[in-house]
């Protein structure tokens, strides 16, 4: 996976729109501590010690569109009592939604109440109604919706199972959302995917792929197989399964096949995660990025969710540090052009983390090396060092050197824990490197003193500062070599 792919479809997401239909509910999350056992049953007592209400179901959808800086327009429908009005109020206060809440007579607001001590639920109490809508509001909801439609790229559906979708209108809104021209990314229920019939992209668990599929669902065959035949007999594009620790697999009906792995990531709570898929998934496919990149991005906003407590969302900065968290334990992503460390470190300029630079030629790396390297992560908080080239190193050190090619001494630095992103160079000297990554801490050995440092009075000149490294004695690549020819000189 491409770090600086991913960082750029993170960047992207603000240029689509979505409309997001579903059924909106009401999570409230009440807070406190058990100390003991209740004298009238065997059941923990909660020490309530505070309350939280959020948006819930495709109303947590919406909010994961937010976190991502999208923008959206969002159509459901209420009751009309309290819990509608504070569904109206937490809509109304977030930026870049537009909302169309069309208020039921008779239809109680679905409420989700969840009882939480010590990181765990204890309990969820369910207040709701699932009723299918009457024709009059299915007709309301739909003209709300088609209204909406304008200026969207993709429809999003979040089905609950709770009645806004059903009766048809989940079939009549992707027609309509065809006929615009946009793609339709489903959260579905049920076993009959039928009704999402010219969907862009479905995004069940393995569960309930199992179940609409009427096949197993256990491992990468199993459910690339359960995905084709719910393509190939329920009319869908596109199918991106969910897996829980294992990641997700997206299949495609042009056969098209991938396995995205999940991050080792403790889990606390997986309410909501779905939610934060099907919404990453339509901000990203609004954007104009590719199914398997918007996948990749979806893959991790959902390992950032699951390790929160209730119905949490993905924010940008969330993502961007997933990235460089995954991108720093793959070796082989450190290694890159000037252009992109110097990307990478005004990025991290930008996320408040001090970037350091360090430079050599690191040919046969000896304890001397790992110590100056060591020292310069420790003066700040993300580490570049520019590697002289095969040819540079010639110039240097002579026809003989360098004893390891570039790739292997690379390979070689970019394992070690202490180095966050590493830049070959042809020139002599670093100096154009370090023009264009602009460190604040520049860190050179101590056998040089500050105005021999190369770079160094460019650092200074903006605010930077040189370190001048201690020297472990009795570490040369020199002497290595002359050891190794059999000279036991030093």
């Known amino acids: 996976m491409s770090g600086e792919r991913l960082h750029a479809a993170l960047a992207s997401l603000s240029q689509g729109r979505v409309l997001c239909v579903g059924d909106v509910m009401l999570d ?16 923990p007592v909660l020490k309530v010690d505070h309350e939280a209400a959020m948006l819930g179901g495709a ?17 459901s429908v209420i009751g009309i009592d309290a819990a509608g009005t504070e569904i109206e109020r937490l809509l109304g206060a977030m930026q870049n939604v537009e909302a169309s809440l069309l208020p039921v007579r008779g239809r109680s607001t679905t409420i989700k109440t969840r009882y939480i001590a010590a990181g765990q639920q204890l309990l969820r109490a369910d207040r709701e ?4 809508l009457q024709e009059s509001a299915r007709e309301s909801l739909l003209a709300r919706a088609l209204a909406a439609l304008d200026g969207c790229q993709v429809l999003a559906l979040s089905d609950y199972g709770k009645g806004v979708l059903g009766e048809g209108v989940a079939p009549s809104l992707i027609a309509a959302a065809r006929q615009h021209g946009c793609m339709v990314v489903i959260d579905p229920k049920g076993s009959d995917y039928s009704r ?23 491992n990468d065959e199993e459910i690339v197989a359960a995905a084709r035949k719910l393509i190939e007999a329920c009319g869908i594009e596109a199918v991106l399964a969910t897996r829980s620790g294992e990641g997700m697999s997206l299949i495609e009906r042009s056969g098209r096949v991938a396995h995205v792995r999940a991050q080792a990531r403790e889990v606390f709570d997986v309410a909501g995660a779905g939610d934060t898929v099907v919404a990453s998934m339509a901000v990203a496919l609004a954007a104009g990025i590719d199914l398997e990149l918007a996948a990749q991005l979806a893959n991790l906003a959902a390992g950032i969710v699951v390790g929160k ?26 290694v890159m052009t000037a252009d992109q460390a110097a990307a990478r470190a005004s990025r991290w300029r930008d996320q408040g983390l001090s970037v350091g630079f360090t430079n050599g030629c690191f040919d046969l790396l000896h304890p001397g090396h790992v110590s100056l390297l060591r020292q310069a992560r420790a003066a700040c908080d993300r580490l570049i060092v520019g ?11 002579g026809s003989a050197r360098p004893v390891q090619n570039e790739g292997a001494r690379a390979a070689v630095l970019a394992s070690l824990a202490d180095v966050d992103a590493l830049v070959i160079f042809a020139q002599d000297t670093p100096e154009q490197l370090i023009a264009a990554v602009r460190p604040q801490i520049l860190v050179k050995g101590a056998d040089y003193t500050e105005d021999q440092v190369v770079g160094g009075a460019l650092v200074k000149s903006y605010g930077g500062r040189v370190v ?17 020819a059999g000279n036991t000189g030093p």
Request: charged content about 20%; proline content about 5%; hydrophobic content about 40%.
């Open 28 to 43: 409230r999350f009440v807070y406190g501590g058990v100390n003991r056992i209740s004298p009238e049953a065997p059941i």
């Open 59 to 75: 109303g947590n959808v919406v909010r994961n569109m937010a976190a991502l800086g999208a923008r959206s327009s969002f159509v």
């Open 129 to 132: 109604s699932d009723d299918t």
């Open 196 to 218: 999402y019939r010219g969907a862009s992209l479905v995004t069940p668990n393995a569960r309930e792929l199992a179940q609409a599929s009427g096949l197993p669902a256990t």
């Open 309 to 334: 407590i209730g119905t949490a969302v993905a924010s940008i900065e969330e993502l961007h540090a997933a990235i460089e968290q995954q991108n720093l334990a793959m070796p082989s992503l450190k």
């Open 387 to 397: 590697l002289n080239s095969d040819a540079s190193v010639k110039r240097l050190k």
């Open 468 to 484: 001048l490294a201690e020297l472990a004695p009795g570490h040369s690549t020199s002497g290595t070599i002359r050891r190794l």
